[in-house]
């Protein structure tokens, strides 16, 4: 499943890499990428559905909706549409990005859009490199701030036999001339049903 998702994620890459978005447009991943199938050369990998994780036709692409979500975050560009997978399928063993910063992405009605509210033009660049999926984006003047995205308030609940995992994303905005914090922007808060047993973390039980 690894394998094939990395054919997946090169398929969608090209089609991402490159794109400009100008000042009032609006990217939308489902439009750009269109529907994973088997005729465009997409192959089985892991998808997230139904609480479970399971082969699929383009299983894999929703890291390229993560990995643009989280490069976003770091740019004035404006989320407009994003949803989140239901279930915390896997505990933090390697993880190097906040939980909760992912996307849910099922052609044609769950999608990751964003929209350019500045009167600058930027340019994605993704790519799928020798060990890792790559991206950055390209302004065609320097911006005025930079931004740092965390989480906070990480929590387990117990609710029974069930366990949730709670948390809050956060971003700072930064002058980049001054490197002076502007202000804390709450991004969103996060539930999700845990499908794993927490360990070595303190859970909560909640009462009903």
């Not at 499943?1 to 054919?7: A, D, E, L, R, S």
């Not at 794109?19 to 009032?24: D, K, Q």
């Not at 447009?25 to 892991?46: D, H, L, Q």
């Not at 910063?101 to 999608?111: A, K, Q, T």
């Amino acid at each position: 499943m690894q394998h094939n998702k990395v054919t997946n994620l090169r398929l969608a890459c090209a089609q991402v890499d490159g794109l400009v978005i100008r000042p009032g447009e609006t990217f939308s991943f489902n439009k750009v990428v269109g529907n994973a199938t088997r005729r465009k050369g997409y192959v089985k990998g892991m998808r997230l559905s139904n609480g479970q994780a399971k082969p699929g036709i383009g299983g894999g692409i929703c890291q390229l909706a993560n990995l643009l979500h989280w490069m976003v975050l770091h740019s004035p560009l404006t989320v407009t549409q994003r949803s989140t997978h239901s279930f915390d399928p896997f505990p933090d063993n390697g993880r190097v990005l906040p939980w909760g910063v992912g996307c849910s992405i099922v052609y044609n009605y769950v999608d990751l859009q964003f929209r350019n509210d500045t009167d600058q033009t930027f340019q994605l660049r993704v790519d799928v490199g020798d060990r890792y999926l790559e991206g950055e984006i390209l302004a065609d003047v320097p911006v005025a701030s930079s931004y740092r995205v965390f989480a906070k308030e990480e929590r387990f609940l117990r609710v029974g036999a069930d366990y949730f995992r709670r948390n809050e994303i956060w971003r700072t905005v930064i002058d980049r001339r001054t490197g002076t914090a502007v202000r804390d922007e709450l991004i969103r808060e996060n539930v999700a049903l845990v499908k794993y047993l927490p360990v070595d973390v303190p859970v909560l039980d909640v009462l009903l």
